[in-house]
């Protein structure tokens, strides 16, 4: 049982450069999370998705889109990176809201130069 | 607002000694809380979980975190701490019925011989 995978583990773009982060599950869970991790700031959520064909906004959404075509996947796109972006991704997914933890990914760690 | 503070961004501890990590939330409603743990390259995973119910809570590795509603606290404890609970640990809560995560800054726990 793989959990939540994420590809790739480690990237380095040019800025201006897009690249699409892979995140899928296979514990059949409705909820999906995208979060970035900064120093001392804790994780601030991007994007997340309730099914499949439905997505909204968090906390931090710009220079990011997301997509929800399947259950198992959630792939985060940027467009146009820029330094800012540098960060630790970490996917994340539940199978209901509130109560229940939510189980995350080994994260991908993008530096933009 | 609701947001979570922890306290401490770094607890350095000898081996063997207690520890307290420390978590304040402020929220209007009812609240589910969790900590999480980081270990050095890796994702997060579930420590513990109050939910309701008794305010002590038992989680893995001998951690135990205790609900004070009238502090709004939930902090986390262990009474003898070993070299390889070196992580860095997140206290969190999911806002709305969307298991989106509030998390708190993050709290460096180092564990010295």
């Known amino acids: 049982n793989a959990g939540v995978t994420q590809t790739p583990k480690f990237r380095i773009l040019k800025i201006g450069q897009s690249m699409t982060l892979q995140c899928a599950q296979d514990?059949?869970?409705?909820?999906m999370y995208w979060y970035r991790q900064d120093p001392g700031m804790g994780l601030k959520l991007i994007y997340y998705s309730v099914g499949a064909g439905i997505t909204d906004k968090g906390e931090v959404p710009n220079g990011y889109n997301v997509s929800r075509s399947t259950t198992e996947d959630f792939p985060l796109r940027l467009e146009l990176a820029a330094p800012s972006q540098t960060s630790v991704y970490f996917c994340a997914s539940s199978y209901s809201q509130g109560s229940t933890e939510a189980f995350f990914g080994q994260g991908t760690r993008l530096t933009v130069v | 607002a609701q947001s979570v503070t922890q306290l401490d961004s770094q607890v350095p501890v000898f081996e063997e000694a207690p520890v307290e990590l420390r978590c304040n939330y402020s929220?209007?409603?009812?609240?589910?809380l969790f900590w999480y743990v980081q270990y050095p390259n890796q994702g997060l995973q579930l420590l513990l979980k109050?939910?309701?119910?008794?305010?002590l809570v038992k989680g893995i590795n001998g951690f135990e975190a205790e609900f004070n509603k009238s502090q709004t606290s939930f902090h986390l404890r262990k009474p003898s701490v070993h070299i390889s609970d070196t992580a860095e640990y997140f206290c969190a809560f999911p806002l709305g019925n969307t298991g989106k995560l509030i998390f708190g800054q993050g709290t460096t726990l180092q564990v010295k011989p």
């Open positions: 929220s209007s409603v009812s609240v589910y």
């Open positions: 514990m059949n869970h409705n909820y």
């Open positions: 109050y939910l309701s119910g008794s305010t």
